[in-house]
């Protein structure tokens, strides 16, 4: 689960870690009220789940109470790549020195944390990690020993650092750790923490994403997350989650849904293969029953994009008769309002087919077969 | 032969008690699997299917001749049932719990590693040594003995080419189902090492899908190592949006990281075919076996 900035910087601040004076606004008057209480120049900062939001133009820098209102309302009524923005974060602007990259994530290989430590910070890291590794520090964390105070000096003097900064920077960097363990985090990093002019260290910009198999331990979380991850998910996906279904939006006009990540990803896969084009990707999981697949397909039906429907089971767990009494039960609901393909096979796949048959609907065998006739129906 | 499991194989099923673990211990039973004690706290003295259950790993293996696990615990409590098998000696543990915490995973995976253990998962759909034993859920009317040896990061994926080859006569030697998870205890690298030392895996299949590196690793080890095994890959993906979780936690693609394009590329630098669809994998494989 990803966190906004403000929330971030909230509990870094309770781990004793620096972050610039600042507060949440949700209407310029609000933001202006607040400035009042801040020392300028002032940055305005969108709130929103996705990167990239500097270039969008979601952050503002303003020296009068007048230009953070201003800010601020050009900032709330701006969309961030489709996302509408709903609040502002406004903080005294950091005076910089020097950006520098600090973070902590999970490293699939190695199967470890990892530390990551760079001198150029504020630009887009995983740019950095990809074109030039090297200017990555990278320590990786043995779980039974964790991140050392010698780890994290070894670091900072690494990207530069010595004397009384190197101590300062290497104790916020073991802070950070105390805090990813404690919290389960999948992601937490400061880009760029900021060497200030006075020569002190504050995390300007923080993303948090926490490990959402471990957010059962961690309810503060838990508690907001379906409402608040709004700014962050469609309409269909947020219907997608309150059913309990794997479900990612996509910009075609085929609904796909099928059991199993892996099966669904190379249906949709064989779908482009064929020149059409996936207008989701909808995972029913193993051992789906009957109110799981009419949920999946009701969802499928609702979505205005598509002009047919593709639906690729192979039992295993899943049992084909469930599946056939769930795709009966949305017919006998809401009806097919688009033409449907099924291929349905294994386990009970002879009572799935009659079941079908007798309502009136031709099951296909191949899953390629599936594909191809799906596409051309989505032509009409 | 093929690897990790098989005749050999004597298991204790961990969570045997609930609802999975029961079922699946019926069918495990059913395929002539060698389940000889089962394990859930409170619950000792009981019996599932006629298998005895302990209330701990250590009491099972007191009792019983051993050899591995296999784990239905529920989430919160299924990272500490494989401590519990590792710690007691088990060197082969099936983790088929989805949704581990990643430091918990980390955290077993690091002792598993000290002891010399294997891990099979998390959230894996398990290992089966067609005519065997079979260590999972899989539904094992689609496997059949022969000379393929598959390694898969996708459940229902593998059955579905395993449909295929079984059908068009490609048996399987053994079947490793990694696991859908960022971090698991067998890489592709990992399990070619074993088939290249398994003398009944003549060829062998890897089904990918996008996040991590583990394909490009395989292509690149295989490509150095002068893997001398016919290999075929499939990659599930292609069509995958940048940042988003398709559907298995470790299926995403990070910025410019973990995408399908980088993986196929990878196997065929390394000149392994790469399956644009399924039905190909055995088309790929017939040309293979007869070249070899």
Redesign the interface.
């Known amino acids: 689960m990803k966190l906004f900035e403000h929330e971030a910087k909230t509990i870094l601040a309770g781990y004793a870690i620096p972050v610039p004076k600042g507060a949440l606004a949700t209407s310029p008057g609000q933001a202006k009220k607040l400035a009042s209480q801040l020392r300028p120049p002032f940055a305005v900062k969108a709130q929103v789940l996705i990167a990239g939001r500097g270039k969008a133009g979601g952050i503002q820098f303003a020296h009068t109470l007048d230009e953070a209102e201003n800010a601020t309302k050009k900032i709330l009524n701006m969309e961030i790549r489709g996302l509408k923005v709903h609040k502002v974060l406004i903080e005294e602007k950091v005076q910089v020195r020097k950006e520098l990259y600090f973070g902590i994530t999970?490293d699939?290989?190695r199967?470890?944390?990892v530390a990551l430590a760079s001198a150029s910070g504020g630009v887009?890291v995983?740019?950095i990690a990809?074109t030039t590794p090297r200017k990555m520090i990278k320590t990786l964390i043995?779980?039974?020993i964790g991140f050392r105070g010698y780890h994290a000096r070894e670091m900072a003097s690494k990207i530069g650092y010595s004397g009384k900064l190197m101590l300062k920077l290497a104790a916020i960097y073991e802070k950070l750790f105390k805090f990813a363990?404690e919290n389960?985090v999948?992601l937490v990093e400061m880009n760029p923490i900021v060497e200030t002019s006075d020569g002190t260290f504050v995390a300007a910009d923080a993303r948090i994403i926490i490990?959402?198999?471990?957010l059962?331990?961690h309810p503060q979380y838990s508690q907001r997350l379906i409402s608040d991850q709004k700014t962050e998910l469609t309409l269909q996906e947020i219907k997608a989650r309150k059913a309990g279904l794997?479900y990612?939006e996509?910009e075609g006009n085929i609904g796909i849904m099928?059991?199993?990540?892996?099966?669904?990803?190379?249906t949709?896969?064989?779908?482009?293969?064929y020149n059409g084009s996936?207008a989701n990707?909808l995972?029913v999981g193993?051992g789906a029953s009957e109110s799981q697949i009419d949920a999946a397909l009701a969802i499928l039906l609702a979505d205005d994009k598509s002009s047919a429907i593709l639906i690729n089971i192979?039992?295993?767990?899943t049992r084909c008769d469930e599946v056939a009494r769930g795709i009966l039960a949305t017919r006998n609901k809401v009806g097919f309002t688009k033409p449907i393909v099924i291929r349905l096979?294994?386990?009970n796949e002879d009572e799935g087919r009659r079941i079908l048959a007798e309502a009136g609907i031709h099951v296909l065998d191949s899953?390629?077969e599936a594909a191809k006739k799906a596409v051309e129906l989505s032509r009409g | 032969m093929g690897i990790i499991v098989g005749k050999e194989t004597r298991v204790v099923v961990q969570g045997i008690t609930g609802t999975q673990g029961s079922f699946h211990t019926r069918l495990m039973l059913d395929y002539g699997t060698s389940i000889v004690a089962g394990v859930t706290p409170g619950k000792g003295g009981t019996e599932v299917h006629n298998v005895p259950v302990y209330d701990t790993v250590k009491e099972a293996i007191l009792r019983h001749d051993v050899n591995a696990s296999i784990i239905f615990v529920p989430?919160?409590f299924a990272a500490e049932a494989a401590l519990e098998s590792i710690e007691a000696g088990i060197r082969t543990v099936a983790i088929i719990t989805e949704?581990?915490?990643?430091?918990d995973?980390?955290?077993v995976?690091?002792h598993a590693k000290r002891k010399g253990a294997t891990i099979i998962g998390p959230n894996t759909?398990g290992i089966i040594t067609p005519g065997e034993c079979k260590l999972g859920?899989?539904?094992s009317h689609v496997f059949r003995h022969g000379t393929v040896g598959i390694a898969?990061?996708?459940?229902?994926?593998?059955?579905?080419i395993a449909?295929e080859l079984t059908k068009y006569g490609f048996g399987q030697s053994t079947c490793v189902g990694l696991g859908?998870d960022?971090?698991v205890g067998l890489?592709f690298v990992d399990v070619l090492k074993m088939f290249s030392k398994d003398s009944q895996t003549r060829a062998v299949v890897l089904?990918g899908?996008?996040?991590?590196?583990?394909e490009e690793?395989a292509a690149e080890y295989i490509a150095t190592k002068e893997f001398s095994k016919h290999v075929v890959a499939?990659v599930?993906?292609?069509?995958?949006?940048s940042g988003?979780?398709?559907?298995?936690?470790?299926?995403i693609v990070?910025?410019?990281?973990g995408t399908?394009k980088s993986k196929i590329e990878a196997f065929k630098a390394a000149g392994i075919g790469v399956a644009?669809?399924?039905?190909d994998v055995r088309k790929l494989l017939a040309g293979g076996i007869q070249e070899g």
């Open positions: 999970t699939r290989s199967r470890c944390y887009d995983e740019e990809y043995d779980p039974t363990m389960d999948e490990d959402d198999s471990a059962y331990r794997a990612v996509l099928g059991n199993g990540a892996g099966l669904v990803m190379a949709l896969d064989a779908v482009q293969l996936p990707f995972d193993g192979l039992g295993g767990i096979v294994g386990t899953m390629e | 989430q919160p949704h581990i915490p990643l430091r995973t980390i955290d995976l690091t759909p859920i899989m539904p898969s990061r996708s459940g229902t994926l593998t059955y579905e449909v859908g960022p971090m890489s089904i899908e996008i996040g991590g590196i583990a690793q499939f599930a993906g292609r069509t995958a949006p988003k979780r398709m559907g298995h936690a470790g299926a990070i910025g410019r990281a399908a644009a669809k399924v039905s």
